[in-house]
């Protein structure tokens, strides 16, 4: 299979951490899409994904699945005897599902609006608000204090385990800091989860 990527990207870089977790990159061959230069505009890579993005993964039979969590999921599913991200239990999908749509809604969106709207690097095809960008960044501030809060007693955000929570997240701090956006010093108990997830080997691919 085949998975177009922007390695720089977060959301690329979401997926590359899952299959990493579940001893799986060598599935895969990864191609660069370089998104400056509007390689994900051209016609060949619309036919593959006409919202456009990246990561779009490409099986052997030519079929292409979209969106960070459904290629996910399709890891999930197709290797259930490696470590499972998504949940074992009823509860443990419900609360990592709940988890996830969070972080994705009230965390990266933002993140990302804050990206696309302050920093100019879409300029060329998108009409950018800066004031839009910069309420969007007071969000993302606010969601880590309220992470700050919820991780004072855990060492996971759910399911006192690694799971796809957490890589979310992980990769949404990291990438905040392209707008300059970093953990606060007060937010001890997110730093310390910050530096422990840092530490796995699935956050260096």
């Known amino acids: 299979m085949k998975i177009f990527e922007t390695k720089t990207a977060p959301n690329p870089r979401r997926v590359r951490m899952f299959m990493a977790e579940k001893g799986l990159l060598e599935k895969a061959e990864f191609i660069e899409i370089d998104l400056q230069k509007g390689e994900n505009l051209t016609p060949e890579y619309v036919a593959r994904n006409p919202m456009k993005k990246v990561p779009v993964m490409e099986l052997d039979d030519g079929i292409c699945i979209s969106e960070t969590m459904a290629i996910c999921r399709y890891f999930e599913e197709s290797y259930p005897e490696t470590p499972t991200l998504l949940g074992d239990t009823p509860i443990e999908k419900a609360t990592i599902e709940q988890w996830v749509r969070w972080i994705e809604f009230y965390f990266f969106t933002p993140t990302g ?27 993302v501030n606010k969601f880590m204090a309220f992470l700050d809060g919820h991780l ?3 060492e996971f955000i759910c399911c006192d385990r690694f799971t796809a929570a957490d890589i979310n997240a992980f990769t949404t701090v990291a990438f905040a800091r392209v707008v300059n956006i970093r953990i606060l010093p007060e937010h001890t108990h997110l730093q310390a989860w910050y530096d422990r997830i840092k530490a796995r080997s699935s956050a260096q691919v």
Do not use: V
Request: aromatic content about 14%; some cysteine; glycine content about 10%.
């Open 113 to 139: 609006m804050c990206f696309q709207h302050t920093s100019g690097y879409f300029k060329d095809r998108m009409n950018p608000i800066k004031e839009w960008g910069e309420e969007c960044g007071k969000s």
């Open 152 to 154: 004072a007693d855990r």
